[in-house]
């Protein structure tokens, strides 16, 4: 299913009490308000959630499936409260929920505001789980909520300027993944970020899979900041399975950022040719590496590849 975000305009106040009356039944223990205070709103309630502050809605196939709600502080106009977040179950792990965050600290960047903050039920662990890969994180602040004494934490991220790209370069050893980023590097003025050259400058085995995945968080962190200020990111991490591309791709979007997918593929015997040339690795990759890598790797389906703002196989 195909997933966009919009902003809400009075035409959608029907659908904007359907979700919320939804999301109160299905996960009242979510929320501070309740399905009773909900089902009295008036109309005119409704228009306020619309204008001036903004509720955006995420829609799949037509249908809607999930909410999101951004309100200025008037005494702190440098910050926006993201509230009444919600996705319909069905839609979860698909990256919706990151866009309708990403939409929310756009807007945010957009009205001048620095910061976006919310609460979350701090046993809500699966909220939790989903904020913190979108970049919020907790402050420290604790509340206890009015309506049964829950107790909330805060966390809060950057607003973003919207405008960034990430580029996800994917493939197995010797398909050409450096060969095709750097040039995409020089094209677009982009940020490169490839694990294997920063091992290799810092005398790292590049078989030490414990000090890859350091360096690759590191690396993650700063694509974050970069694509948080518009510009373009390239990602030549391999990424041989779909749930990395799958977190990438999330990731970005809750930036604001758009998101490529770049596979590069060749025949076995290629592969091999190829990283027999180069010659970086050591021990030297085998044949029987490479047939055992191929068996492993999760090849983009044409399903995975429509997630992407653009797909380019070569």
């Not at 965050?101 to 699966?126: D, H």
Request: net charge negative; charged share 30%.
């Amino acid at each position: 299913m195909q997933f966009t975000v919009r902003r809400a305009e009075l035409a959608d106040v029907p659908v904007l009490r359907a979700l919320r009356l939804e999301a109160l039944t299905t996960e009242p223990e979510a929320f501070g308000s309740t399905l009773e205070r909900e089902i009295h709103r008036i109309e005119e309630d409704w228009r306020r959630w619309i204008a001036p502050n903004p509720t955006f809605l995420l829609e799949g196939n037509g249908h809607p499936r999930g909410m999101v709600a951004g309100v200025q502080e008037k005494e702190d106009v440098s910050t926006v409260d993201l509230m009444a977040m919600w996705v319909h179950p069905e839609a979860r792990g698909t990256g919706a929920a990151a866009m309708l965050i990403a939409a929310v600290r756009q807007w945010a960047g957009a009205v001048g505001a620095t910061q976006v903050r919310l609460k979350v039920v701090e046993s809500n662990l699966r909220a939790r789980r989903s904020y913190e890969r979108c970049g919020l994180r907790a402050t420290g602040r604790q509340f206890v909520r009015e309506k049964d004494g829950a107790l909330e934490i805060e966390m809060e991220c950057d607003s973003v300027i919207a405008g960034g790209k990430l580029i996800v370069v994917c493939g197995l050893p010797g398909s050409g993944k450096t060969t095709h980023a750097t040039q995409l590097e020089a094209e677009l003025h982009a940020l490169r970020l490839c694990p294997d050259e920063w091992m290799a400058a810092r005398g790292i085995d590049l078989y030490d899979e414990a000090a890859r995945a350091r360096i690759e968080t590191l690396q993650w962190k700063l694509a974050q900041r970069i694509l948080a200020l518009g510009r373009t990111v390239i990602v030549e991490w391999g990424t041989w399975g779909r749930s990395e591309r799958d977190a990438l791709r999330a990731g970005a979007r809750a930036l604001g950022a758009s998101v490529e997918l770049h596979y590069l593929s060749a025949p076995v015997d290629v592969l091999f040719e190829r990283v027999q040339q180069r010659g970086m690795e050591d021990p030297p990759i085998s044949r029987a590496d490479l047939e055992q890598w191929i068996a492993n790797f999760q090849e983009p389906t044409a399903e995975e590849a429509a997630r992407f703002d653009r797909f380019v196989r070569l």
